[in-house]
Antibody, heavy 117, light 114 residues
């Protein structure tokens, strides 16, 4: 059974960089598409982007200038960095696995990130 | 971006009764070559991540009760819960995966017990 677990700071200061890691068990990140999605009351569910083939990425244009995703296949982890955060980036951040078609079949439990000084 | 809308925002249904949720996309998510609609439905209970229920507009994910069904094509879709159970109280989202960049979700429909 595939399991995903997000980790990272729950509080980030404005203008700084949000960094999260997703640890995957029960399957290799060398296959499938590994996504970051966030959820806030204001914007609902927002797809941020995915990484696949242990390094190729596809980002939502809404985040493209601020987002970087990376993967460490040896640790079976992938990561999100979102720069220049503002209060609008306060959300629950999920990592999720997608099939080639884009179906998000496995999700982490989510981690709440608050942007505040 | 393909914009997804849902109606109603919320509904309350008696136990055992039918619940119907609508989803509309701003452009067709039907791939004419495969005749597949790139539309999925997710269920989210409080404090939990979304759970995939339906894909290709009408295919149930493994383990999903058959009281859940999806229908529709092109730009208009429906999720039906044929006989609402207490454990179905949740928010339901549609998602299009026709346009990868970006994937987009509807705003959600909250289902409660009347």
């Amino acid at each position: 059974q595939v399991q995903l677990q997000e980790s990272g700071p729950g509080l980030v200061k404005p203008s700084e960089t949000l960094s999260l890691t997703c640890s995957v068990s029960g399957g290799s990140i060398r296959t499938y598409y590994w996504n970051w999605i966030r959820q806030s009351p204001e914007k609902g569910l927002e797809w941020i982007g995915y990484i696949y083939n242990s390094g190729r990425t596809n980002y939502n244009p809404a985040f493209k200038s601020r987002v970087t995703m990376s993967a460490d296949a040896s640790r079976n982890q992938f990561s999100l960095r979102l720069s220049s955060v503002t209060a609008a980036d306060t959300a629950v951040y999920y990592c999720a696995r997608a099939s080639a078609g884009g179906l998000l079949g496995y999700w982490g439990q989510g981690t709440r990130v608050t942007v505040s000084s | 971006d393909i914009v997804m809308t849902q109606s109603p925002e919320s509904l309350a249904v008696s136990l055992g009764e039918r619940a119907t949720i609508n989803c509309k996309s701003s452009q067709s998510v039907l791939d004419s070559s495969s005749n597949k609609n790139y539309l999925a439905w997710y269920q989210q209970k409080p404090g939990q991540p979304p759970k995939l229920l339906i894909y290709w507009a009408s295919s149930r994910e493994s383990g999903v009760p058959d009281r859940f069904s999806g229908s529709g094509s092109g730009t208009d879709f429906t999720l039906t819960i044929s006989s609402l159970q207490a454990e179905d109280v949740a928010v339901y989202y549609c998602q299009q995966y026709y346009s990868i960049v970006p994937f987009t979700f509807g705003p959600g429909t909250k289902v409660d017990i009347k």
